[in-house]
């Protein structure tokens, strides 16, 4: 795709300029596809308001919707200035709200999303249907509990790790907090998130009154030990890892398309929010979600020479983490176990707020 100049006069520009850019895009490229069935925006830009700042550290998320025959994965783009991640989903997947009302993730996305475009007819009256029941006590229950089947998966992957040293551990423990997050998140008709989890978690345990688990969850990932200075050092390795990586990069990975020169700011500029805003502990899931994809590319296709710099590298910093020793991980899921069951009971009792 060729990229037209750059039209956006600001760093936060209102969200209604970005999504009109968005619209654009979709009406240009998206639409001509031949299985092409409809678009929608998706993650956090559709819970702001239409005047408020978005930043371009950020990306947009946008689902295209084919007829069939949607791919695995997302792919980026940069257009007019903007980190554009498009996934695509089938028309079938649109055709049943109950089934979007219990799902986490698409749940709170349908309930809140703008509409790009709906040739079929079918989203908007989905949109409809998913806002009306959004709230009801049902539907969030329905979605914690699917919530709290990705955290069981990701307990029995830890418990069955077999090198509890080096990144095995790390996946599994990055799932269940991403699903713990969510779990709290949509308990209270909140969006979950990526970039933020740790953020978000922290942020919704600490209204609970339970900084204790904030403290815990920081423990158990492994950077509450961590100063400022610790993770402001750990950044400027990785954002150095990541521009080598878009330099040499050749082969294919799981999450290649994230190994962009364009994305640079997500990782560089969208971490350092974090940092300034006092989340230094909690950036680091940020960093450490970036930064092992960009290890995977260097270990594929960085110079012989310079492999070992880059993998001693990735080792130090999982070394900083604890992902040391069989000893350390068995507590570390014993921790796990713990912290999934007080945050049930606190995900629990908010649920049952909702009205029927």
Known sequence: MTDRPATLRSASPPVREVI????????????????????????????????????????????????????????????????????????VDHQDAEKVLADPSAGPNLATTQILADPTGVLAPLQQAVAADYRRRRWVQARCAAEKAS?????????????????????????????????????????????????????????????????????????????????????????????????LYQTPTPFGFTIRAHLRPYLAEATQEMIDAGKHREA????????TEAYLVLQNDAPDAEKPVFAAQLQALLAALGYTSAELWAERVVAAEHLAAEI????????????E
Do not use: C
Not at 284 to 291: D, E, G, M, Q, R
Not at 344 to 355: K, T, V, W
């Open 344 to 355: 049930y009971r606190i995900a629990d009792a908010l649920a049952a707020l909702h009205p």
């Open 20 to 91: 009109a850019i968005v619209r654009e895009w979709v009406d240009l490229h998206a639409r001509h596809l031949p299985d092409f069935a409809g678009a929608y925006l998706w993650g956090g830009i559709t819970a702001l308001p239409a005047d408020a700042p978005f930043h371009l550290y950020r990306d947009v998320d946008v689902i295209v919707v084919l007829t069939e025959g949607a791919p695995d994965g997302e792919a980026e783009f940069f257009y007019r200035g903007l980190m554009l991640e498009v996934g695509s989903k089938n028309l």
């Open 284 to 291: 680091v899931f940020w960093i450490v979600t970036l930064v």
């Open 151 to 247: 955290v069981a998966r990701q307990l029995t992957a830890m418990r069955e790790v077999a090198n509890p040293v080096g990144q095995e551990p790390l996946w599994p423990l990055w799932g269940l907090l991403n699903a713990l997050s969510g779990l709290l998140a949509v308990a209270q008709l909140k969006r979950p998130t990526t970039r933020r989890t740790l953020s978000l978690l922290g942020e919704l345990l600490d209204e609970q009154g339970r900084p204790d688990l904030h403290e815990a969850v920081l423990t158990l990932w492994g950077s509450a030990h961590l100063s400022r200075a610790d993770v402001q050092a750990m950044l400027g390795q990785s954002v150095v890892v990541f521009d080598r990586s878009v330099e």
